[in-house]
């Protein structure tokens, strides 16, 4: 395995050291948040955006976070630090914070918890196959699970607790597909399981919006905001039914991990991919992208 660098509530070590309590509520219960940063030429991307969205599921979980942005930007730094001491692979990085409601006697009532707990974790960024990415990923619909709808578990809330995803993502690859999609109670479209959607139809990107029960990906959010108008190329968000699929011309993935990824097939259903599709075109925008980005953030550039 390669290593993995951790930082929980200050202390340096490997990941792979049990450090936790098992009283740890993030562990019991999934009573936790959690954000993921990447690095694009040794810069952080999108910070800012990723601690704002952190302080929002914190506070829908009436969940205190332990520090500000700038302290975690320290304790971040000092991770990175460590990982690269350690002979960390000088790649691009993966940045994972998760930060628990702590631990203390066991029972659901949130006030048994004595103070939070945080871990910061630093890997290599694994990296998508050029083989997956011009072939793209085959997909299929979850036929036993559905997204949590928005009454229950928001999936605007970025949790510890990934459990109904998880079931999804592991029927899908007993199909022998890559990844899941994920439909809602209404039987739309929402997202995979760690990733927003979007489909091509007539040259126009088409996403399911946020009220169709999906996370409020910032790599969908730069995508929308920069990156397409930037491409000339006309956004809209709109309900997506599976009875639909037979007028989308291409699909692809959005997240922080993998930017844009193509998609080759959703069940029996065919998409193009490969050079020439606009998906691609897309891709290489958003490199272009967060190359320009990295140059106007040195603050966050990790050396």
């Known amino acids: 395995m390669n290593y993995i ?3 929980t509530n200050g202390r340096l070590h490997s990941a792979t050291d049990p450090v936790l309590s098992p009283l740890d509520r993030g562990f019991l219960y999934g009573d936790a ?12 991307f999108a910070f800012d955006e990723h601690w704002t969205r952190l302080e929002a599921s914190a506070k829908s979980l009436h969940l205190t976070l332990p520090f500000d942005a700038a302290e975690a930007w320290r304790e971040l730094t000092r991770t990175v630090a460590a990982f690269r001491a350690h002979g960390g692979e000088s790649s691009e990085l993966y940045i994972r914070l998760q930060v628990s409601r702590g631990g203390g006697l ?6 048994l918890a004595d103070h939070p707990t945080w871990v910061f974790l630093v890997q290599s960024l694994p990296p998508v196959s050029e083989e997956k ?35 999804a ?9 890559d990844e899941v999609v994920l439909l809602n109670l209404a039987g739309e479209i929402t997202e995979a399981s760690t990733m927003n959607i979007a489909f091509v139809r007539d040259g126009r990107v088409v996403m399911p919006p946020l009220s169709a029960g999906i996370l409020g990906g910032i790599t969908r959010r730069k995508f929308l905001s920069d990156v397409a108008p930037r491409a000339g190329v006309e956004t809209s968000e709109a309900a997506v039914l599976p009875a639909d699929l037979d007028r989308m011309e291409e699909a692809f993935f959005l997240s922080t991990t993998k930017d ?3 998609i080759a097939s959703i069940g029996e259903h065919l998409f193009r ?23 106007a953030h040195p603050e966050r550039f990790l050396g």
């Open 5 to 7: 660098q951790a930082n």
């Open 33 to 44: 948040v959690y954000e993921v940063w990447r690095t694009y030429h040794d810069t952080v």
């Open 106 to 111: 066991i029972g659901l009532d949130p006030a």
């Open 133 to 167: 990415m011009q072939a793209g990923l085959r997909t299929v619909i979850a036929a036993d699970i559905r997204r949590n709808h928005p009454a229950t578990l928001n999936p605007l809330w970025k949790t510890g607790n990934y459990l109904n995803n998880l079931l």
């Open 169 to 177: 993502l592991r029927e899908a690859k007993a199909a022998g597909a």
């Open 260 to 262: 844009i990824t193509p």
């Open 273 to 295: 991919v490969g050079p020439g599709t606009l998906s691609i075109r897309l891709k290489n925008a958003f490199a272009d992208f967060v190359r320009e980005d990295a140059t």
